[in-house]
């Protein structure tokens, strides 16, 4: 039997697929990296837990194979706790022992039917690239969005180039097999289910540098982080999405932004030219004068123009002179302005405006941690927003001449070092003694008391390991000896701390494109937003504003925040969306400047100014 507690903790998992790519120099799970499905990674076999308690899905060969590969050697614990303090070794066991003893009381695993429509796939990709067992088509089948049931696929495969993918769209056209396509196998909002056909891209990994032309072929199994280090090596980055997100999925999905949208821009910006496979099986690139206008915008649902096979990405030159620098404020609306004076001057790469939330979970290694880290923030700092930035030494000097108040990359890898100190308040003997009406962070963050600071903080990785389990400390020590886990610039181009969002909750998030000269009217927004959530009793804050286009646009995201295996937490987003889906629609179309997300979805090619010029 397997525990409700192990059933629950299996269940919780977050869809991030962070566990299939080796973001922490760990290694990967050694099964996830020989058989590729999704059922065999650690997401997969939490998935499988939780569905045989809950006697969803027989135990079938495939299913025994998932359990006796799995070697138990604990990488997952140590990348799951890093994004979600959870700890799925447990699971695993608990797995592998449910399995076993099923085995040993003379049971037989369940054979998956037999199928000619099967047979024919496997032609096409090989015997092991397709199958219909029950025990990975679950795993296909649902994902943390409350509001999305699951659906089993009948088949899934994985193609290995873009030949099999034709081959295979045509052979489902041809016999009414509907599909769907799956980029790194995590879905979180319910988009990419099918009673039919799911197509992996895991397989198809080719990256080819062009650093002469600034570009990056990528095939649609290539996932942003793999992307950012193949990109580094050659002295590029990447306007990258989610570090397990696919690049060609998330390009075709919603266009690719982050805080390095203020410089290299969004949607359309960030390619130069892209494959398709058309619904038909045919091949062309967005540059053939015949192919479809994906450059445009529709404001209704549209389907996109086919499978990516190939994208063309931009590159961006680095420079050997580029730190990170956060600039405290304690009102929104003068952050706001501070950030889009930056873009429209020019000054700095990545830009943003984070909140203190944002801030604190990307920081803290655990999320009791965060809570203190938040509060001493925003409340006893009065820290309340941060300026985020990555520019060149002239960048940097441009900003501390306009705020004299900034945490450099030195004072930044101190806080963060000693961060258990910084929660705990060990400092604020020293602030109080100090004369001033300025909030507490600029008094703290004076020059002159960093030699103090540093003293009461003890900064060190051992220090920050304190706070996470005894038996991970070796290894958060261990870690935060890498100099790139305390460089903002390495941090904010890899963007592995970004899943923690979700580390207590499931993450619902809001993308809206704004007008940057109007922080009233964004305030209002993420008022509008609050209330909502409020009124239905869901966790919510403010996460980021990024401008884009000189300062003259930014998008700003606002979360909610829901246990997605609570019935009553999916009841109150359904309630929320009744509000929420009319007001932003409404504001979509009668505020020029305003864009939600989700009337962009499967229009991330389209060029920006389509959408917030019109």
């Not at 979600?84 to 695993?109: C, I, S």
């Not at 015997?127 to 679950?138: E, F, K, R, S, V």
């Not at 969005?145 to 081959?167: H, K, S, T």
Request: net charge negative; with cysteine.
């Amino acid at each position: 039997m397997i525990s409700e507690d192990i059933r629950h903790q299996a269940a919780q998992c977050r869809h991030y697929a962070m566990c299939k790519i080796d973001y922490l120099g760990t290694g990967l799970c050694a099964s996830g990296a020989e058989h590729q499905y999704v059922s065999h990674f650690p997401q997969g076999r939490m998935d499988l837990c939780d569905a045989l308690a809950r006697n969803v899905v027989p135990i079938t060969e495939g299913l025994v194979e998932i359990a006796e590969t799995c070697n138990l050697c604990g990488i997952c614990d140590r990348q799951c706790h890093f994004i979600t303090g959870m700890r799925p070794v447990e699971v695993m066991k608990a797995l592998k022992k449910h399995v076993r003893e099923w085995l040993e009381q003379g049971n037989v695993p369940v054979a998956p039917p037999a199928d000619a429509d099967l047979e024919r796939l496997r032609e096409i990709v090989g015997g092991q690239w397709a199958t219909n067992d029950p025990a990975i088509l679950m795993t296909y089948a649902n994902d943390p969005f409350p509001l999305a049931g699951p659906r089993m696929p009948r088949f899934v495969v994985l193609p290995g180039n873009r030949d099999e993918i034709a081959a295979v769209v045509r052979y489902a056209n041809d016999h009414g097999i509907a599909y769907a396509v799956r980029g790194n196998g995590g879905s979180v909002f319910g988009f990419v289910f099918t009673d039919g056909l799911v197509l992996d891209m895991h397989r198809m990994k080719g990256i080819t540098i062009d650093a002469e032309n600034w570009t990056a072929l990528v095939e649609p199994g290539v996932t942003s982080f793999e992307l950012q280090q193949a990109a580094v090596k050659q002295g590029f980055r990447v306007n990258t999405a989610e570090p397990a997100a696919t690049v060609c999925g998330n390009i075709v999905c919603t266009g690719l932004f982050s805080t390095w949208s203020n410089a290299y821009g969004v949607n359309a910006d960030t390619f130069v030219d892209m494959e398709f496979l058309s619904r038909d099986g045919e091949v062309f690139r967005l540059s053939d004068p015949t192919a479809p206008n994906v450059f445009c915008y529709e404001h209704q649902p549209t389907s996109s123009p086919g499978i990516c096979t190939r994208a063309f990405v931009r590159l961006h030159p680095m420079t050997d002179d580029e730190a990170g620098m956060l600039v405290p404020f304690t009102a929104f609306d003068e952050a706001v302005s501070f950030v889009q004076d930056l873009s429209r001057r020019r000054i700095g790469l990545a830009l943003g405006v984070l909140g203190g939330h944002y801030l604190s979970t990307f920081m803290a290694p655990t999320a009791s941690l965060a809570l203190q880290l938040q509060s001493t923030l925003s409340e006893t700092l009065g820290m309340r927003y941060a300026v985020f930035l990555v520019g060149d030494r002239f960048a940097r000097e441009a900003v501390r001449s306009m705020r004299p108040a900034v945490i450099d990359a030195e004072l930044f890898r101190m806080l963060l070092l000693g961060l258990p100190n910084l929660a705990e308040g060990a400092w604020q003997d020293l602030v109080s003694g100090m004369d001033g009406d300025e909030p507490a962070y600029e008094l703290l963050l004076r020059p002159e008391i960093r030699p103090v600071l540093e003293a009461i903080l003890r900064p060190a990785p051992e220090t920050l390991a304190s706070a996470v389990d005894e038996d991970l400390r070796d290894f958060y020590t261990q870690l935060y000896t890498r100099p790139e886990m305390t460089d903002m610039v390495w941090l904010n181009m890899f963007r592995i701390l970004s899943s923690r969002m979700s580390r207590h909750k499931h993450m619902f998030a809001f993308l809206v494109y704004v007008p940057m000269d109007r922080p009233a009217l964004i305030r209002s927004i993420c008022d509008r937003l609050r209330q909502i959530a409020d009124a239905q009793g869901l966790e919510n804050d403010f996460g980021f504003l990024t401008p884009l286009d000189l300062g003259k646009r930014g998008i700003l995201e606002y979360d909610y925040y829901i246990d997605h295996q609570n019935p009553d937490d999916a009841e109150r987003i359904r309630r929320a969306a009744a509000d929420f889906e009319p007001y932003l629609e409404e504001i979509s179309v009668t505020i020029k400047g305003v864009k939600w997300l989700k009337n962009i979805f499967s229009q991330g090619c389209a060029r920006k100014e389509a959408f917030l010029y019109t």
